[in-house]
């Protein structure tokens, strides 16, 4: 599986993005998949997950309310809608997909297969 992060960009604070992780090799049936963020120094910090078959959705508490994560069947492509952005948002954004995950490890990095390259979000004070 072969993933295509893109749609970051420089936003002022209050603004919104849309990211896109679009998927080749194979459909995203049956698979879990991730947005994760790094900032510079930091560690990657799971942002929100979602089961592509079930639809359900996860979010870390920093993003829930501001973020949405959805999925295009047709396009095999995942979403990630960020809203009322902040200084803080400012990082690298990662997707990434596997599907051995379960509710207890869908937030570790380390749990996911298959990642695709950051796309550089930048939200302005």
């Known amino acids: 599986v072969q993933l295509q992060a893109f749609g970051g960009g420089l936003v002022q604070a209050g603004g919104s993005l849309r990211l896109s992780c679009a998927a080749s090799?194979?459909?995203?049936?049956?698979?879990?998949i991730g947005w994760f963020r790094q900032a510079p120094g930091k560690g990657r910090e799971f942002v929100a997950a979602?089961?592509?078959?079930?639809?359900?959705?996860y979010y870390a508490d920093s993003v829930k309310g501001r973020f949405t994560i959805s999925r295009d069947n047709a396009e095999n492509t995942v979403y990630l809608q960020m809203n009322s952005l902040k200084p803080g948002d400012t990082a690298d954004y990662y997707c990434?997909?596997?599907?051995?995950?379960?509710?207890?490890?869908?937030?570790?990095?380390?749990?996911?297969?298959?990642w695709g390259q950051g796309t550089l979000v930048t939200v302005s004070s």
């Open positions: 990434a997909t596997g599907n051995r995950l379960i509710i207890t490890t869908l937030s570790r990095p380390n749990a996911y297969d298959y």
């Open positions: 090799g194979r459909t995203f049936s049956g698979y879990t």
């Open positions: 979602i089961r592509w078959n079930s639809r359900s959705t």
